[in-house]
């Protein structure tokens, strides 16, 4: 019973955050849509921070899940990547960019929120070094880059590109896609066939 009710309460969180965004989140507003006495909230998370903290964090376990079975794959490398991008359309879709984009702006104001997310981001472009050092041995030298630095310049590259497409701009978001496109199309010229 306890998992149903944080759960109701994070689906809640969620959608209020979606709506309202995270500086006009309510926990009053979140007990209401899931149903449940507000005292739920601070039973289960502590109050608004540890909920939306937890509700993140939920996420991005299974989103960097998703990653790396993604990366994992034995297809061409930008084969991969053009999946990376893919998922991008569906993390935008489900909210996951927006939720993430505001628990950043959160941080700025918030050093426990910032840990947290620094935390979650690290894990990211982890995986992403894995990826690049896996390029490397593949495809050669990466010239003045170490895998560290190709999975730091990749992760930043999608993190600014959902900043600007959640401002909501056709043309630029259409520069940021095919932007982030068209490293697959550098891949798949890079890649021994």
């Not at 209401?32 to 991005?60: C, K, T, W």
């Not at 690290?122 to 894995?130: H, K, R, V």
Request: charged share 20%.
């Amino acid at each position: 019973m306890a998992t149903d009710t944080s759960t109701r309460i994070m689906e809640a969180a969620r959608s209020c955050l979606l709506a309202d965004g995270y500086a006009n989140l309510s926990t009053r507003k979140v007990a209401d849509r899931a149903g449940v006495p507000l005292s739920q909230i601070h039973y289960h998370f502590g109050g608004r921070q540890g909920m939306v903290l937890a509700l993140l964090d939920h996420e991005n376990r299974l989103l960097v899940g998703r990653q790396r079975t993604m990366y994992a794959a034995t297809v061409p490398l930008w084969q991969r990547y053009e999946q990376a991008c893919d998922f991008l359309d569906d993390d935008l879709a489900s909210g996951y960019v927006r939720v993430l984009q505001e628990m950043v702006a959160a941080g700025w104001s918030d050093d426990a929120v910032a840990k947290q997310v620094l935390a979650m981001l690290q894990g990211w472009i982890d995986l992403l070094e894995t990826v690049a050092r896996e390029a490397e041995a593949r495809l050669g030298s990466l010239g003045p880059f170490t895998a560290g630095d190709l999975a730091v310049l990749v992760g930043l590259a999608f993190l600014g590109g959902e900043t600007m497409i959640l401002l909501n701009d056709g043309a630029f978001t259409a520069r940021v896609r095919t932007a982030l496109r068209r490293v697959a199309d550098l891949l798949r010229e890079l890649e021994p066939a």
